[in-house]
């Protein structure tokens, strides 16, 4: 049976430093996803979960085991994640006044990653974030609320946005793919 | 009207992505394209679906990079605030000013009371709007205290404020005259004049994280004092020894001076009579006398005041307040609660707002018997998630059994609150009560 957060959060605070590889283990791969929708690119993605692990175990003595870690785990992130992204277009003002953003390159092969990972990159940050928390974690828009510090109709609204455009990005690039079959088969057909 | 079914489609198609019970043929009978729906439902299954995994090594250098204990050492926390080489002088003016605007601080506000403030995000869709404001308990339902920042790029007004631990009502008022609750706070109460406030219940325990991650300086407005600036009172000629009359009863009462100004002032400029306003207030200043809570009673007066009630609405639903703070007080003396009452005065809130809201007395004292021996703040959270639940429309009979459950497992103000959240949740969704209860517990 695998120890509750609640019980390894205990375990860290009483100095059994070991203990905090279990819950790095448990939540290495969403707090990862979380900084790379928020990021857009795999190595700050990577530096920011890695931020997020570090500044929970710094804090863990203020987590109120009442409250969901997860919870907090991913205010952690949201907050670390929009200070670097302030810095970002900071020091991008400074050295490279267009910037261009660069999603991050996936490294499967697989086209169904490609097209959701373009697209989702594509969507805004304002409504990216929120649609991942939504659909890929299952917060509440109350969470969500409290995690992104907006109100609950704005994240009710970013969340709609946000689906709308990723059904918007995911037909856009699947529109060429088909006419192209289409034009080398014989079969040009519009979808 | 193409315009509008359109986005009616909309609205239900995002209400079915989160989720809601609504039966297919129902949707389909509301125009809903269901290609559209399937699609996506097929891109967030994707999106769902979808696993990004860490680079391998991760989590030993994670660890590697762990300080040895989970809590910063003052040694730490100076070396990273401290420059290694230049600019050392930064820090140290910092550290200056900084310690002189603590010892001003202290100076100007010594006498502040409350020093727990809880931030909250508050905002409404008004893309079209002019202005929008907000009024509630916490300003004495004073306009013009507090504006609402917008609208942003997506039509939103919003505002950031931060408010002590309690129980608020509120609402937006829309270019100086419409007022709207907010369909997204905590719960919706009648305001006695046909339409509905907006719930805020802040607890002690609500925010518990570091706040250096959640604010920076400056971004919230605070509403620590809850008592806005007076105005002064002049009565006309007309009837002034008696306006004066009252004001000196007031003053005598022990009510602050300020707020009497200001409580008649508006009575007089909503046109109730000295006489009315006697009868209506005289009760309440023997209440006061006696060390009862009245701030609510005199908050409801203020609230008519701002939406214009006429002098006799304005004089029946302060009287209903009274009475169910007299009732309240009463029936918490009858099942033993004296001393919490004076102990804890939300307790005496909760049951009076309960009563007000026209939940069947016996129902109450039910509940507060079931709750001895539980310590304030759970019977208080309790009453209050009742009250909540019982907007919502709970059945009565499975809404007793919840908030006995509550009890009987003695679950603290937030989990209350997650408890009243899921059920709210659930009875949006259209599931059936008994089932509510039945899940709530797995």
């Given at each position: 049976?695998?120890?509750?957060?609640?019980?390894?959060?205990?375990?860290?605070?009483?100095?059994?430093?070991?203990?905090?590889?279990?819950?790095?283990?448990?939540?290495?791969?969403?707090?990862?996803?979380?900084?790379?929708?928020?990021?857009?690119?795999?190595?700050?993605?990577?530096?920011?979960?890695?931020?997020?692990?570090?500044?929970?175990?710094?804090?863990?003595?203020?987590?109120?085991?009442?409250?969901?870690?997860?919870?907090?785990?991913?205010?952690?992130?949201?907050?670390?994640?929009?200070?670097?992204?302030?810095?970002?277009?900071?020091?991008?003002?400074?050295?490279?006044?267009?910037?261009?953003?660069s999603p991050a390159q996936p490294r499967g092969p697989e086209h169904c990653r490609i097209d959701l990972m373009r697209a989702l990159h594509n969507i805004p940050e304002k409504l990216r974030v929120p649609l991942f928390l939504k659909h890929v974690e299952g917060f509440s828009y109350k969470e969500i609320s409290s995690i992104l510090k907006i109100g609950t109709s704005a994240a009710k609204m970013r969340v709609k946005r946000g689906r709308d455009q990723l059904v918007e990005n995911l037909s856009e690039q699947k529109q060429p793919r088909l006419v192209n079959q289409g034009n080398s088969g014989n079969e040009a057909k519009r979808i | 009207m193409k315009r509008k079914e359109s986005e009616n489609q909309d609205k239900l198609l995002h209400h079915l992505l989160d989720g809601a019970n609504i039966e297919p043929e129902a949707s389909l009978s509301e125009g809903l394209d269901a290609d559209r729906l399937t699609l996506y439902r097929e891109s967030l299954k994707d999106l769902e679906n979808h696993e990004e995994r860490v680079p391998d090594g991760f989590a030993s250098r994670v660890m590697a990079a762990l300080p040895d204990k989970p809590r910063h050492t003052w040694g730490d926390k100076l070396k990273s605030f401290w420059p290694e080489r230049r600019f050392w002088a930064v820090p140290a003016i910092s550290g200056a000013l900084a310690m002189l605007m603590i010892m001003a601080g202290i100076t100007l506000f010594r006498s502040t009371p409350n020093t727990l403030l809880i931030p909250v995000v508050l905002d409404l869709y008004a893309p079209s709007a002019k202005q929008v404001e907000l009024v509630g308990t916490f300003s004495n339902w004073m306009p013009k205290a507090f504006r609402l920042k917008g609208p942003d790029a997506t039509g939103y007004w919003a505002i950031a404020v931060k408010l002590p631990p309690g129980r608020y009502e509120y609402a937006f008022m829309i270019n100086g005259s419409q007022i709207v609750p907010d369909d997204d706070g905590e719960g919706l109460r009648p305001d006695g004049f046909g339409h509905?406030?907006?719930?805020?219940?802040?607890?002690?325990?609500?925010?518990?994280?570091?706040?250096?991650?959640?604010?920076?300086?400056?971004?919230?407005?605070?509403?620590?004092?809850?008592?806005?600036?007076?105005?002064?009172?002049?009565?006309?000629?007309?009837?002034?020894?008696?306006?004066?009359?009252?004001?000196?009863?007031?003053?005598?009462?022990?009510?602050?001076?300020?707020?009497?100004?200001?409580?008649?002032?508006?009575?007089?400029?909503?046109?109730?009579?000295?006489?009315?306003?006697r009868n209506m207030l005289e009760p309440l200043f023997q209440d006061f006398q006696a060390g009862h809570p009245t701030r609510d009673i005199f908050l409801k007066i203020h609230?008519?005041?701002?939406?214009?009630?006429?002098?006799e609405t304005l004089k029946a639903i302060a009287e209903r307040r009274h009475e169910a703070f007299k009732n309240a007080r009463a029936m918490l003396v009858q099942t033993g609660y004296s001393t919490s009452m004076n102990t804890y005065p939300a307790l005496v809130n909760a049951t009076a707002f309960a009563l007000e809201?026209?939940?069947?007395?016996?129902?109450?004292?039910?509940?507060?018997?079931?709750?001895?021996?539980?310590?304030?703040?759970q019977i208080t959270a309790v009453i209050e998630a009742g009250e909540i639940l019982y907007y919502a429309g709970l059945e009565p009979e499975i809404l007793k059994a919840i908030m006995e459950d509550c009890l009987r497992r003695g679950l603290k103000g937030l989990q209350v609150e997650r408890v009243t959240e899921q059920v709210q949740e659930s009875i949006r969704k259209g599931t059936d009560h008994r089932t509510i209860r039945n899940k709530l517990w797995i």
């Open positions: 049976m695998h120890p509750t957060d609640t019980v390894l959060i205990e375990k860290c605070v009483n100095g059994e430093r070991d203990a905090f590889a279990l819950i790095v283990e448990r939540y290495q791969h969403r707090i990862y996803f979380m900084s790379l929708t928020r990021m857009r690119d795999r190595y700050e993605a990577e530096d920011l979960a890695q931020e997020t692990f570090i500044q929970a175990y710094r804090k863990l003595e203020t987590y109120d085991p009442q409250r969901s870690f997860k919870n907090w785990l991913f205010t952690i992130c949201a907050n670390l994640g929009k200070n670097r992204l302030r810095s970002r277009a900071r020091r991008r003002e400074v050295h490279n006044p267009n910037p261009q953003n | 509905e406030n907006s719930l805020l219940l802040l607890k002690k325990d609500e925010w518990p994280f570091d706040q250096r991650y959640q604010f920076t300086a400056g971004e919230y407005l605070t509403i620590p004092g809850n008592e806005p600036k007076g105005q002064m009172f002049y009565p006309s000629n007309r009837n002034r020894e008696l306006w004066q009359a009252l004001l000196d009863r007031g003053i005598a009462a022990g009510v602050q001076k300020q707020t009497i100004e200001n409580l008649l002032s508006h009575l007089a400029s909503a046109n109730m009579s000295p006489d009315e306003a609230e008519c005041i701002l939406k214009r009630a006429l002098p809201s026209g939940q069947d007395p016996a129902f109450l004292r039910v509940i507060l018997s079931a709750g001895k021996g539980k310590s304030s703040e």
